[in-house]
Each structure stands twice: as structure tokens, then as C-alpha cells.
């Protein structure tokens, strides 16, 4: 067994994950560290409530936990832990399908009419809050903000058009990230 962090920080994913196979938590702490925000981000191509997406994250790191030996060693791990989270998202979608179906039939179409109602309401509570901190933010977050999630530009060509260093800009981006998310924690 490893002893600090530090002595598995230049491992490979892969190898982080033979160390974890072997019983290792400071190879799972680093794959966690490393891939839950990014696969977050992901399944949210799959799945839009922000609380359902975390859920299901989890769910894949809680099975990695539990069966850390599904990962073949010969695998690419990212390529591996982007297609199970992927997998893990569609399989969500099946269930809530499957379930909605099922109360259609039991209840008519009067269930659906009130998930859309529901999400409705949620949709411009989201909005309002969304439109709350982006007023409060100070004109070069704005700039960044607009030309990454509005205008979806790189982060070189939001470098290029703010005259501002790339690193300035990947910072401002996870320091607008980091705000949004406090001010939406509730929702």
C-alpha cells in the first residue's frame, strides 16, 4: 500500500486504477479528483436536473468502488469511464421513460401534463436566479461569460478577443463556474 498522495501523482489513470483493484483509496481519491467534475459536465449533454446528473456520477464512482476490477488494466481508463457514465445517463432515461409510461397508464395523460407544468415552474425559477448573478457580475466576467456559454467560443479565441492571457481566462471561467454553482445550490 502507497503511503501519501504524492506518491501516486504521476501514475497513469490505468494505473491508478490497478493500484485501486489492490485495495489503494488514494488512486481512487485521484481519479475522483480528476474526472467527477468533467463527467459531470458530460452527462449533462444526457440528463438537464443538475441534482439527477450529480446522482448519477456518484453512481458510477460508487460502482467503480465496488467493482473496481470491471476496468480491463488494458483499457484506455478515460475513454472506459466516459463511455460507463454515458451508459449509466441512458439507462436513467430508459427508467424515467418506463416510468412515465407506467403512470400514463394508470393516470391517464393528467402525470405528464404536471411534469411539464413542474418543469415549467423550475425552468424560470432557474432563469431568474441565472439572470440574478449574471446582473451582479462585473463587466470582464461578463464578457467571458457571454463569449463562453452565449457565444460558445474556445478559450483561445475568448483570449484572443479580450486581450487577456488563456490561463486568465480558464481561471475566470471556473470562477464564474464556482458562483453560478453556489447561487444555484438551492434549486
Known sequence: ??????????????????????????????????????????????????????????????????KPEMFDTDQKFSTWIYVVTANRCRQHLRDNSNRLRIMREEFGEEPEAYVHNVFASDKAIVRDKVQEVYASLSVKEKGIYNLRFVDEKTIREISEILQIPEGSVKSGIYYLLKKFAYHLKDI
Open 1 to 66: 500500500m502507497l503511503g501519501p498522495k504524492k506518491d501516486i501523482s504521476r501514475f497513469s489513470d490505468e494505473e491508478l486504477m490497478s493500484l485501486m483493484v489492490k485495495g489503494n483509496r488514494y488512486a481512487f481519491e485521484r481519479l475522483y479528483e480528476q474526472y467527477f467534475n468533467r463527467l459531470v459536465w458530460f452527462a449533462r449533454g444526457f440528463v438537464k436536473e443538475e441534482e439527477q446528473v450529480r446522482d448519477l456520477v456518484q453512481d458510477v464512482f460508487l460502482r467503480l468502488i465496488e
